[in-house]
Every structure is written in structure tokens, then in C-alpha cells.
């Protein structure tokens, strides 16, 4: 088998192991998915200051990313379905994360429920929270994720209505799965995947099924996910929710410094600058682009995080650099979880680590929180 050295390795190696329309689900971003390449593509666009002849030595990642103690600044990044590229994959990357000493962000959306992923870990971790009409299952949600112990709310802004993904139409992936010969091929040429997922309870949405009112099942769960996604929802919002919560809340998916702005008087701990991974709008700026504006806007009044296009230790690096306390990842580990379930998280993380460490290294610094702007050379062929 060939070697796996970088984040493109694992990817390569879930496209030959998890069946195809998962795999595409993870791969891909809204129509001509312009955003979900920028944010790969602009992160190329930064260049580094290297120094030499200096003392390199007892170097650490470690740092603490809203008060909690974190081994480096990578985040696992909530995303929905994560069980589908490999059975009971919410728990396995949770482990993994645990392991690691990084948070793990448990989706609304997510295959494996908050009961069941906090049975299999010991620490905290933490709960991501879309925002839907029925506001008693909302509440019933928070419940449950206090419940769980869980240590940070991510409350997910950005998804009102949902971003066209062509690939995800094309495949015919939808809730309940209408599994038709094209998909049943699919799985069979994937026996590995179908035999760990055949022998798991864990193939619903364990957070929605059986709790929310009317989705005893899965085939009553695609009407109602449909209508309810709350179009109304405002920055008032946050008051209630904050109220129910009573921990710290994460605001994902800012991605402008006026809404930067009602982030900060909301009063949330820390904000995600996020375009949800290039899914929802469409042309919209990168995540590492926007970065620099918004830091500049809100950096001394509220902790800011970044998530989106996130490939390599130097990826971590530049927004770092550029002002971002910590960071997510949410391809690169399912493409870990697909390629070889809780080891294949691992080994995302630990490429991530490695390069980081030697990255920062020869930029001549040895704490990850000694980091600035000085440590550019350029952005956009532009001298910081
Ligand atoms: C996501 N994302 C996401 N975000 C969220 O708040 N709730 C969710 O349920 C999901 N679901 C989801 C599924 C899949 C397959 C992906 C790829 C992404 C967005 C996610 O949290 C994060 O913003 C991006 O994944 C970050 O970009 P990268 O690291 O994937 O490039």
C-alpha cells in the first residue's frame, strides 16, 4: 500500500474505501464549488518568513482554545453524516480526538447520538447545534448535550437554507436513503465498509430520530429536515439560547466584520470564521481571505477561530499568524475516518502536528503563541 505522508493520501485512500455518494457528500462543495476551492487554493497565496540560527529546541503546540487546554489549535469540525463514512464514525473520531488532546464537535446531524458518543469517551467534548423551528426539541437538544457533559456550544449561523451540492443530486443521496441498484453496486463494491456498518446499531440520525416530535423514523425525517431549517432565524436568537446553553458558546460562520460586530454584542466566547466548508454561498470569499479583515475588526474583543480549506501544519500556521486562536478541520478527518476509521483520524491529526512543529520551527519560533504577522513574508504577493 502506498505510504501515507500527507492529507491528500488519506483522501485518495477513502475514495477507494467509502462508497461513492459518501464519499462525494464529503468531497464536495455548492454549485460550481468556486468557495470550497478558494479555500484551498488561498492559503498557497501566503508566504512564510524563514529564520534561521535560532535556538529551535523544547518547541510546543500546546495552547487553549476558549479556556480549554488543547495539545495544538485543531479542532475536529462538526459535520452531519460522519457515521456514513465509516460505522459509528462520530464515536471513533471522538476517541481519536480524545487521544490527541483536541476537541472533537459532535453535528446536530450527526449519524452516532450525544448518548451514544458520550458513552464511548471519557472527556468532554463538544455539541454543535443548528437552529430549527421547533424550539422545544432545540431546548430538548441543549438538554441533552448539558446532559453529556458537553464543554462548548457551536451554534451554526450559516445555514438557513441549504446550498445546492450537485454532486449530492446526481448521486441521489437524500433522507431516508432510496437506495437504488446504482447505490446498492456502490456499497457492494465497498464490502469492508458494508460488513462494519451492518453490524452497528448506529445508522439513523441518532440526535433527531425518536426525539423530535413527529420523526419516529427515518423515512419521516426528509420532510421534516425540510421545513425545519428556520428562515427567520436573527441575532436574538442567541439570547435564549445562550440562556438555555449557560456555557460557552462558539458563533460559526462569520464571514463578514458587520456581522463580526453583532458576533461580539451577542456576547458569544469565540467566533468561527467559516463558509461552512465552501457548502453554502457560493462565491463568497475564502475563510484565510477574510481572516485579516475580521481579525482586525473584533480580534481584541473576542476570540476567533477559522475553519475551511485546512490541508497542512502550515495551513494552521499562516491563521495562527494572522490572529485565529485555533482552527477545524472537517474533510481532512473524514477522509481519516474513510480511510481507516479512528487510526485514519489519527493519522490526520499527527501529519497536522508534524508539520506544524516543523513548520514553526523554521520560522525561527518555538510557542505557538509567539506567532504573529511578522512571520509572513507576503499575502497575495503583497509584503506584510
Ligand atoms: C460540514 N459542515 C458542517 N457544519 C456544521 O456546522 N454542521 C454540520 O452538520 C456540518 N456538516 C458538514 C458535513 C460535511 C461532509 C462537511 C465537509 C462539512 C461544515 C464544517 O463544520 C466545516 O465548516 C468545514 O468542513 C470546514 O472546511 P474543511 O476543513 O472541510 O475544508
Redesign the pocket.
Known amino acids: 500500500m502506498a505510504p501515507i505522508l500527507e492529507i491528500s493520501d488519506l483522501k485518495e485512500r477513502a475514495r477507494r474505501r467509502v462508497p461513492k455518494m459518501f464519499f462525494d457528500?464529503?468531497?464536495?462543495g455548492s454549485w460550481t464549488e468556486s468557495t470550497?476551492q478558494a479555500?484551498?487554493s488561498d492559503f498557497a497565496k501566503i508566504k512564510l518568513r524563514q529564520r534561521i540560527a535560532v535556538d529551535m529546541t523544547n518547541r510546543t503546540l500546546a495552547t487553549k482554545m476558549i479556556g480549554q487546554d488543547v495539545s495544538m489549535p485543531v479542532a475536529l469540525?462538526?459535520?452531519?453524516?460522519?457515521g456514513m463514512?465509516h460505522a459509528d464514525g462520530e464515536i471513533l473520531a471522538a476517541q481519536a480526538a480524545e487521544e490527541f488532546g483536541v476537541p472533537f464537535?459532535l453535528?446536530?446531524?450527526?449519524i452516532c447520538s450525544i448518548e451514544a458518543v458520550a458513552a464511548k469517551t471519557t472527556k468532554p467534548f463538544w455539541f454543535?447545534l443548528?437552529v430549527m423551528k421547533d424550539r422545544d426539541f432545540i431546548n430538548s437538544l441543549i438538554d441533552r448535550a448539558k446532559n453529556a457533559g458537553c464543554s462548548a456550544l457551536?451554534l451554526?449561523f450559516?445555514?438557513q437554507i441549504l446550498g445546492q451540492r450537485h454532486k449530492d443530486l446526481r448521486n441521489g443521496l437524500s433522507a431516508p436513503p432510496k437506495f437504488t441498484p446504482k447505490h446498492i453496486w456502490q456499497m457492494a463494491t465497498r464490502p469492508m465498509w458494508c460488513m462494519k456498518m451492518l453490524t452497528t446499531p448506529n445508522r439513523t440520525f441518532g440526535n433527531i430520530v425518536g426525539h423530535a416530535k413527529g420523526v419516529g423514523d427515518l423515512s419521516s425525517l426528509s420532510s421534516w429536515t425540510a421545513e425545519q431549517f428556520d428562515p427567520r432565524l436573527s441575532w436574538d436568537d442567541i439570547e435564549w439560547i445562550k440562556k438555555q446553553w449557560g456555557g460557552p458558546l462558539i458563533l460559526?460562520?462569520i464571514l463578514d466584520k458587520e456581522d463580526a460586530r453583532h458576533a461580539v454584542d451577542s456576547g458569544c466566547d469565540a467566533i468561527?470564521v467559516?463558509?461552512?466548508?465552501?457548502?453554502q454561498l457560493d462565491g463568497a470569499p475564502s475563510?484565510i481571505e477574510i481572516l485579516p479583515e475580521i481579525v482586525d475588526e473584533v480580534g481584541d474583543k473576542v476570540e476567533i477561530h477559522i475553519?475551511?480549506?485546512?490541508?497542512s501544519g502550515q495551513d494552521v500556521l499562516k491563521a495562527i499568524c494572522l490572529g485565529a486562536k485555533g482552527t477545524?478541520?472537517?474533510?481532512?478527518f473524514?477522509y481519516g475516518l474513510g480511510a481507516g476509521g479512528k487510526q485514519g483520524v489519527t493519522q490526520s491529526l499527527e501529519i497536522l502536528q508534524k508539520e506544524l512543529d516543523t513548520t514553526m520551527a523554521l520560522c525561527g519560533r518555538r510557542d505557538l503563541n509567539t506567532l504573529n504577522r511578522d512571520n509572513l513574508y507576503s499575502i497575495n504577493g503583497v509584503k506584510v
Not at 457528500?25 to 464536495?28: G, I, V
Not at 467559516?274 to 457548502?279: A, M, T
Not at 477545524?328 to 481532512?332: A, E, K, M
Open positions: 457528500y464529503a468531497d464536495s470550497y479555500n484551498e469540525a462538526p459535520t452531519g453524516l460522519t463514512q464537535t453535528s446536530t446531524m450527526s454543535q443548528y457551536v451554526t450559516d445555514l460559526k460562520g468561527i467559516s463558509n461552512h466548508g465552501g457548502r475563510s475553519d475551511g480549506g485546512i490541508r477545524y478541520i472537517g474533510r481532512p473524514l
